[in-house]
């Protein structure tokens, strides 16, 4: 079952147990779903990768909301947020450890024959599409970064 089936039938799901947070925040992911399908050159389709950068998109920006709701305190539309972020992020695979992330990146490194700082675009390339919806691209940069310098 592809990532769009599955999220319509967590839909009828999260309506007949009434739970609204699941059921809004399942809706926005269909949405997006929908756009991203029919954007121009979508071809009417969505790729599983497209969908789950759709998904690191959408946590992303809960995640972002939820902050700036706290620090205007608002916590109930934080806790609203956080709680949809939730809801989002068990269709994104497992985020990597830190030191599973370096694990990776190291390999990645080798298999690029990667040597130095000059060679950052070559391996951010690489890594931003085998690691894409796994760790943060932040992290992904600063790390590859250290392990260049080296």
């Known amino acids: 079952m592809d990532l769009y089936a599955q999220i319509e039938a967590d839909i009828k799901a999260a309506m007949l147990a009434r739970d609204h947070i699941r059921l809004q925040a399942l809706r926005g992911i269909k949405k997006e779903f929908i756009e991203g399908k029919t954007a121009p050159g979508a071809n009417g389709e969505l790729s599983d990768e497209a969908a789950m950068k759709i998904l690191v998109k959408m ?72 690691l894409a919806g796994r760790a943060d691209g932040k992290a992904i940069s600063t790390m590859v970064r250290a392990l260049l310098a080296k």
């Open 59 to 130: 946590a992303k920006q809960r995640r972002e909301s939820a902050r700036i709701y706290s620090e205007q305190n608002r916590p109930e539309l934080a806790a609203e947020e956080l709680a949809e972020c939730e809801v989002i992020e068990q269709y994104l695979p497992k985020a990597l450890s830190e030191d599973e992330l370096r694990t990776e990146l190291e390999r990645i490194i080798a298999a690029t024959g990667a040597s130095g700082p000059g060679d950052m675009g070559r391996v951010m390339g690489v890594a931003t599409k085998e």
